[in-house]
């Protein structure tokens, strides 16, 4: 089952808008993280949350967490064309097991 | 995907056929994953590795099997089993320290 549920499904926009997704997760959890994957490539990391912070920057990534309502959103600020991919959230309740959301498609339009 | 090799890159698979995906790192990594993606979704965890000669079942691990006799090395077995196992995999480490995973580039598993 997917710990994580992500909105919207997919998401254009135009080159230099500013992008968000959306996460909601089920169980309680030690951190979340987002992970990027270009088209039949790996993921590759981003940005970690713990769950006693609400807000953390990285770049032009802006990652929220509120743990009352189990929902995490991450704000991509002047898009790119080269930000093109697809983005996931994921949960981790401790070391071991690591679940993955459903995914938003990201396109920017240049 | 440094350091972490996965092969092939694409596999085919005819009826009946058990089939083996390869995921080797060195990155002196102690946790490694198995994950499926289907065409458009999410990564569902297939099997998991915390320690040598210790692994643990994802949330779909029917129809697949897995080793781990050395730290390096996590092979995923596609067995007869698995009635849909059209998919991409992915293979993922973790370090000690670290809470990030880091991936392969994945293996393309279509039946023939």
């Known amino acids: 089952s997917q710990q994580g549920e992500e909105d919207p499904q997919a998401l254009s926009i135009q080159e230099g808008e500013n992008a968000t997704m959306n996460c909601s997760y089920k169980t309680s959890i030690n951190n979340l993280q987002w992970y990027r994957q270009n088209s039949g490539r790996g993921l590759v990391h981003l940005i970690l949350i713990r769950s006693n912070e609400r807000e953390k920057h990285s770049g032009r990534l802006r990652v929220t967490l509120d743990t009352s309502k189990k929902s995490s959103s991450l704000l991509i600020t002047a898009s790119r064309a080269a930000d093109t991919a697809s983005y996931f959230c994921?949960?981790?309740?401790?070391?071991?097991?690591?679940?993955f959301g459903t995914g938003t498609k990201l396109q920017v339009i240049p | 995907d440094g350091g972490i090799t996965q092969s092939p890159k694409y596999l085919f698979r005819k009826e009946g056929q058990n089939v083996t995906l390869s995921c080797e790192q060195n990155l002196n990594h102690d946790a490694m994953y198995w994950y499926r993606q289907d065409p458009g979704q999410g990564l569902r965890l297939i099997y998991y590795?915390?320690?040598?000669?210790?692994?643990q079942k994802g949330d779909i691990a029917e129809g697949y099997s897995v080793s781990r006799e050395k730290k390096e090395s996590f092979p995923l077995t596609v067995t007869s089993a698995q009635k849909n196992p059209t998919a991409f995999y992915l293979c993922a480490t973790r370090g000690r320290s670290d809470e990030k995973l880091f991936f392969g580039s994945g293996t393309q598993l279509s039946v023939l």
């Open positions: 994921a949960t981790s309740g401790g070391y071991q097991k690591v679940t």
């Open positions: 590795s915390q320690i040598v000669n210790d692994f």
